[in-house]
């Protein structure tokens, strides 16, 4: 394993013996480099204790989706509260000194999983088709690769419609070893007929029924040595549920009208859109299924939850709809439109949007105003004070609960908005700066002084 992150020993940490730490690192295949204020990517933070500030130095190292493993090396493990308020940072991992030999090996086996989780990140599998830039989305990105890849469990996916759930189960399809070669099986649980529900999942003999000329394999047949999703399960009838469940426990079932116990084995992907412990409280959803379907449960974010993710999915969407005019994009007035809009289907609405967008553009040129249906114009003046909702309330008010000055929140603010506006313009100051209304002078001189505070702990490089 070739890993290279920086390393950072806090305040000159003397607990830390960090000569043998190097090398028992460089012997377990890390070569750590030096730490400044502006290293970017994995790193190692060395630290005696927890307190706040190292969870703002870990907060603003992760913002760019890079890991931090702090390695606390005082020899007292932290208590339950600062572990969690350190995780909740952004903190990949806390690790408590024994000895250098054994903290290095433990580090090496960290990385290398992370790293093999990148990779699979990085492939054409999850690049081409699952887009998104936003932390929330790649968050659970991350938790389906590595459940994918290294579990063979059941996936619960929870979220609204139109999230892009049945993508994600197709992910788990296609990085689960097991289930190489196989088709994915689905099954829309809302189409389910009642008195053909038998058949659809267990298969049923000639002559089972009336209507039954010819025997027919059914979904858990098909799924055999491989994946079966079942969408909107929360829809599922309770006797459909009980006979799920016995499939499931005992990987065994007969066909409608036959005699013979065949064997089943597949992986199960199930989604909803359904508070199914809700359901449960409500005698329409069985407890002891739900424990059964949900050993990992990824809940998928709105697109409301991940909105920088809106311009990058327009973009894909129109390279879909119109491969013929290639880096095709939008004009300024047509992105402030589409991160405007609300988006109540979430992904598939926005899909559907550029969709009826792109069919009216002709000729050269960008994406203009006039290419936007009549009924998608936004109404004069309703930009003005939008951002201001409740979601912005919201997050205030938890910062005022929680105990966070005026000052402390106006920082946050801006600098959580020049990190955005950075971002969207693919990291032009220029641009960012022009859409904030400052200079370009004054964007840089708020970042420079941002990471001289971040970086004014000295460490013992």
């Known amino acids: 394993m070739h890993c290279e992150p920086w390393l950072h020993v806090w305040d000159k940490n003397e607990s830390c013996d960090r000569k043998t730490l190097l090398e028992s690192l460089a012997g377990a295949g890390i070569r750590p480099r030096p730490f400044d204020s502006s290293a970017a990517g994995d790193g190692i933070l060395c630290v005696a204790r927890l307190n706040e500030d190292i969870c703002e130095f870990v907060r603003e190292h992760t913002r760019n989706h890079g890991r931090v493993l702090v390695l606390e090396t005082a020899g007292a493990a932290a208590d339950g509260a600062q572990v969690w308020q350190l995780l909740h940072a952004g903190a990949s991992d806390l690790l ?25 990140m990085q492939s054409a599998a999850v690049i081409d088709r699952l887009v ?25 996916l929870i979220g609204e419609s139109g999230t892009g759930k049945e993508l994600l189960a197709r992910l788990v399809h296609e ?6 070669g196989s088709e994915l099986v689905v099954v829309d649980c809302t189409t389910i007929v009642p008195e053909l529900s038998g ?41 459909l549920q009980a006979q799920l469940l016995r499939v499931i426990q005992e990987g065994t079932y007969k066909r409608v009208g036959g005699n013979v116990w065949r064997h089943a084995a597949f992986r199960l992907v ?36 991940r909105r920088e993710d809106i311009l990058p999915l327009a973009r894909h969407f129109l390279r879909v709809f119109r491969p013929d005019i290639p880096d095709l994009d939008f004009e300024p007035a047509v992105r402030s439109l589409l991160l405007a809009r609300v988006y109540p289907g979430n992904v598939r609405d926005l899909r559907h949007l550029v969709a009826r967008i792109a069919s009216r553009h002709v000729g050269p040129g960008p994406i203009t105003v006039g290419d936007v249906p009549v009924d998608e114009y936004p109404a004069v003046g309703a930009g003005d004070g939008q951002w201001l909702n409740a979601d912005f309330e919201q997050a205030i008010r938890h910062a005022v609960d929680i105990g966070a000055g005026l000052k402390e929140i106006s920082q946050a603010a801006a600098e959580t908005a020049m990190r955005i506006a950075i971002d969207n313009e693919d990291g032009s100051l220029q641009l960012a700066a022009q859409r904030l209304g400052v ?21 013992a490089n």
Not at 96 to 120: C, L, N, P, Y
Not at 175 to 180: E, K, R, V, Y
């Open 96 to 120: 408590t000194w024994s000895s250098a030999v054994g903290v290095a090996e433990r580090i090496k086996a960290r990385f290398a999983r992370w790293q093999a989780v990148d990779a699979i």
């Open 132 to 156: 998104g830039v936003s932390a929330a989305w790649r968050s659970t990105l991350r938790q389906i690769v590595e459940i994918a890849r290294f579990t063979s469990g059941f996936v619960l």
């Open 175 to 180: 990085l689960d070893s097991n289930a190489a």
């Open 199 to 239: 058949s659809e999942f267990f298969g049923h003999e000639r002559g089972a029924f009336t209507g039954a000329v010819a025997m027919r394999d059914g979904a858990f047949s098909a799924a055999d040595g491989g994946v079966l999703f079942l969408d909107e399960v929360g829809e599922l009838p309770i006797p």
């Open 270 to 305: 199930s989604a909803t859109n359904k508070d199914l412990v809700e359901a449960i409280a409500g005698g329409n959803f069985r407890n002891d299924l739900f424990y059964r379907i949900a050993s990992w449960v990824v809940r998928v974010p709105s697109l409301q939850e």
């Open 439 to 459: 200079t370009d002078r004054a964007l840089q001189m708020r970042r420079a002084a941002r990471r001289k505070h971040n970086g004014n702990h000295p460490d």
